[in-house]
């Protein structure tokens, strides 16, 4: 029953992402992405795994975070987190061992698991060589 269900969602069923509670001071800045046009800025932060990924690949537990920022105000928070055997519920659009999760600033839902499915049918664009991510994972780049 549960198989099943999954497989009718195509996404997680269950949050195994989580609210990054106190990212800007436990997770580091890898890079920031501008839209000048907008005024929009995206800042991707990770965990300790994420900044220390090599050659597209990134370790177990890697968690990676990218802010929103409109005209200064936080707008939301695209996470994705990678752990063994994970975003199998994906199928066909399944990337890699990552699941995700968007949530606005006060930890309420903007894409809750259950409607992550198009997180991953984008990132699978990314490709298997940058293990699913788009941007460089690198704090110097
Ligand atoms: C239409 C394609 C698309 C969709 C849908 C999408 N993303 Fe992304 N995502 C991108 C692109 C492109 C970037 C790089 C953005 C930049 O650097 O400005 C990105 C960046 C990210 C990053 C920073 C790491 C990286 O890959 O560079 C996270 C985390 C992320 N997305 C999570 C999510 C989540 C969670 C969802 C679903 C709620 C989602 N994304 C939906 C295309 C997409």
Redesign the pocket.
Known sequence: MKYFLLLLLAAPAVDR?GFPEGYREKLRV??T?E?TDKQEV?V?YGNEAAAAAKDGVYPYGSL???ESRKAGAVTGL???RKERGFGEAYGPNRTGEWE???YKPDGSY??PPQ??E??????V??GAA?D??????SASR
């Open positions: 992402v890898l890079r992405s839209k995206k991707i990676l975070v990218m695209h996470v994705m995700y999760t968007e903007i894409t409607k992550s198009a997180c991953a049918t984008c990132h664009k990314a940058k699913f991510v788009y941007g460089a994972g």
